[in-house]
């Protein structure tokens, strides 16, 4: 899993923001293929939990400042990728799941899709309104 140039929001903090997701992830996926263990990709999970979090949060205090009409449906959007990551590291330390590439395939397709769907239109009119 690798950063994609149609990925680019065109606000830079936020393509930055994007592009360590996707690392984090990759280790991720990495680590669970190279047998890592438990306690390595349990804290790598708590990362992804934390980043994912602190991005989302920097996304809509900016969408509030702004105004921007589509700032309740993006954010719910975030709450439900929150719980669904949040999710994964509970059942995992719990040790009542092992991660799959199902569960790389999952997040792959929702952050995608959400850059490319959700972001790229917040992108659109923050840059009109100066943020770049
Ligand atoms: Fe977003």
């Keep these: 899993m ?3 140039s149609r990925l680019t929001i065109g606000v830079k903090q936020f393509d930055e923001h994007h592009k360590e997701l996707i690392r984090i992830i990759s280790e991720l996926k990495e680590s669970m293929h190279n047998g890592e263990n ?21 996304e809509e205090r900016m969408m509030e400042k702004h105004n921007y009409q589509l700032f ?14 949040e999710l994964f590291l509970d059942k995992y330390s719990a040790g009542k799941s092992d991660l ?15 850059i490319l769907e959700t972001d790229k239109k917040m992108g659109e009119y923050l840059r009109v309104r100066g943020v770049i």
Excluded at 72 to 85: F, G, M, N, P, W
């Design 2 to 4: 690798e950063w994609e």
């Design 38 to 58: 438990h306690v390595y990709i349990k804290n790598l999970l708590f990362e992804l939990v934390s980043y994912t979090k602190y991005h989302f949060t920097a």
């Design 72 to 85: 309740k449906e993006h954010k719910l959007e975030h709450q439900k990728l929150t719980e669904q990551v």
């Design 100 to 114: 799959d590439d199902q569960i790389f395939e999952f997040l792959k397709k929702w952050l995608f899709e959400h």
